[in-house]
């Protein structure tokens, strides 16, 4: 289902990561890893799948991205993919109108995969099916945004990604905290 959404198929190297998210995210605690990959080797195109599982399963997504641009570009792919109902753009130039609108959408417990900036990190903002959260790029965030997106559910998965893993995150996954999938 995920290949003919994205239109083209996975890498080998894309379905292994996959297949151990999706491994991960049947076992009775949350998951916790770590995708990393050079530029341009799709781990964007895996977090997707595992975004599109919660979905299908009826639970809310949140992907957290560095910049507006990044945000914006994830989203506009994941439209293709989610379809334009599930899919929302909060970042800091979101109109109050719009932001009011998603806000309703995300408390009345619509499936959705919610791309953003720093504007998901606000304590107001609250996800009743937060089942995935995906942080892009994590390098690029502190220990303590990380957090706070992740800390909106106590049961949600954690996928990260990544092209430049920090000594904190190697540290992560040397002491088993983080499992790590490479493509």
């Not at 996959?18 to 605690?29: A, G, H, Q, R």
């Not at 893993?165 to 996954?173: D, G």
């Amino acid at each position: 289902d995920l290949e003919g959404r994205l239109g083209f198929s996975l890498t080998s190297g894309q379905a292994h990561a996959l297949n151990e998210i999706l491994t991960d995210t049947e076992k009775s605690t949350a998951m916790q890893r770590l995708v990393q990959g050079d530029v341009g080797s799709g781990k964007t195109a895996v977090a997707f799948g595992a975004l599109l599982l919660a979905i299908q399963s009826r639970f809310q997504t949140a992907f957290l991205a560095p910049t507006e641009m990044l945000a914006r570009q994830h989203a506009q792919r994941a439209k293709r993919v989610f379809g334009e109902v599930a899919v929302c753009l909060l970042t800091g130039s979101t109109s109050a109108a719009e932001r009011r609108r998603i806000e309703a959408r995300i408390r009345d417990r619509e499936p959705l995969v919610v791309f953003g900036t720093h504007a998901l990190l606000n304590q107001r903002l609250a996800f009743p099916r937060l089942a995935m959260v995906v942080i892009d790029e994590q390098q690029r965030f502190g220990v303590s945004q990380r957090a706070a997106l992740y800390g909106k559910s106590r049961g949600a998965d954690l996928l990260v990604t990544t092209a430049t893993p920090i000594p904190r995150t190697l540290m992560l996954a040397l002491f088993h905290d983080l499992s790590v999938s490479t493509i």
